[in-house]
């Protein structure tokens, strides 16, 4: 009898990146029943054998969320009856405790610093910020101790956990799937328009104005942006280039393929305030999966890739100067463009996939269902 694994959320969309694409196909691939619980009011549906369901509750505003959302996920776990559960969630983990009580297992995987993020949410008010992450993290780290395993995506998470005693906590990346036939030859680049592309959550922090900047002064080159955009960032519509973006909005993981198709440069940059980098900016590996040259955060993480795989360029999101030089550059050194894009598709293949992530992530798995 195969052992049933079940994704709990009441955040995150039934074609989640990470726990659809990556961890649940992955696991049903390899002989698990995968179930995957929703607050999206959505009919089930099995795709590639991940068994989704919602609940009967979707929340219409942030206090019905924090309020509702945990008791009635964690119904529908009970009545899933699963071996595994794997919580994403910051909001869930009032429901780890009660599902350990009842004898399962239970997963937490750990996608950003929570205790930072916290201190970012423009809808608590600054003062208390400080105080409210501080009691969040401290019922975190309570229950983190309580899981069977944790998983992070980056090694600064795991660091910050570690000076808690948190025990099996473990790095797992969100690597890109390679597709297997996929090729880039250089004449097909040079067929390509001129575009630079963003893909993802258009954060503040990517610095999205000075990039506007250092394009009005590169009329030739096309800026395709697809994502939702940050609530705090909203005012970058105000900019007088944002006429000339092309903006796409929310997009599924299957249109991915089709935006870097379209594109010959990445913006992958945003401002880490200091930080060495991370592990877990997604779209840095996606685009170096899809061959196309990279403009990275200048930060040691990404230096120290660049100095084994030459995939892009360190760029600062404050320098507008940086900036155009870098895209100037790009633009007017096709051949060298074209070879960055090839170095960071190799990377992929022989470090970053998911592939190899995904042996991690299944002997953990495999060994606390023994």
């Not at 997604?282 to 100095?307: F, G, H, N, Q, T």
Request: aromatic share 14%.
């Amino acid at each position: 009898m195969s052992i049933h694994y079940c994704f709990l959320t009441g955040a995150y969309q039934r074609d989640d990146a990470l726990m659809y694409y990556r961890q649940g196909r992955s696991l049903a691939a390899a002989g698990y029943q995968v179930s995957y619980v929703l607050c999206d009011g959505l009919p089930d549906e099995n795709k590639e054998g991940v068994f989704m369901t919602s609940t009967d509750f979707k929340p219409s505003n942030r206090i019905e969320k924090f309020f509702k959302t945990g008791k009635k996920v964690f119904k529908k776990a009970l009545e899933l009856n699963a071996d595994v559960y794997q919580i994403s969630d910051p909001g869930l983990i009032g429901i780890v405790k009660p599902l350990k009580r009842r004898g399962k297992k239970v997963v937490f995987n750990i996608r950003e610093l929570y205790y930072t993020a916290i201190q970012r949410k423009h809808y608590i008010p600054p003062k208390i910020r400080p105080l409210v992450a501080k009691i969040f993290n401290k019922k975190m780290v309570r229950a983190l101790k309580k899981c069977d395993a944790v998983f992070a995506v980056d090694n600064s998470i795991i660091d910050f956990f570690n000076k808690y005693d948190v025990p099996h906590i473990h790095l797992l990346t969100n690597f890109p799937i390679i597709r297997k036939n996929f090729y880039l030859s250089f004449q097909d680049y040079l067929n390509r328009d001129n575009v630079l592309c963003y893909e993802g959550t258009i954060y503040k922090s990517s610095r999205q104005e000075n990039f506007f900047d250092a394009l009005e002064k590169l009329p030739q080159l096309t800026y395709l942006m697809a994502g939702v955009i940050e609530d705090q960032n909203g005012h970058i519509k105000e900019h007088p280039y944002w006429s000339r973006v092309d903006f796409i909005g929310k997009f599924s993981p299957d249109d991915l393929s089709d935006i870097f198709a379209k594109s010959t440069i990445s913006n992958a940059t945003r401002d880490l305030c200091g930080r060495d980098g991370s592990l877990g900016i997604l779209k840095i590996y996606e685009s170096m999966e899809a061959a196309l040259p990279v403009l990275l955060p200048d930060a040691p993480l990404y230096r120290k890739m660049l100095a084994n795989y030459p995939c892009g360029i360190c760029v600062n999101p404050n320098d507008k100067q940086a900036i155009f030089d870098a895209l100037y550059y790009l633009l007017t050194h096709k051949e060298e463009a074209y070879k960055m894009g090839q170095e960071g598709r190799r990377a992929i293949i022989e470090q970053y996939s998911w592939d190899r992530e995904f042996e991690k992530y299944y002997k953990i798995i495999e060994s606390i269902t023994k």
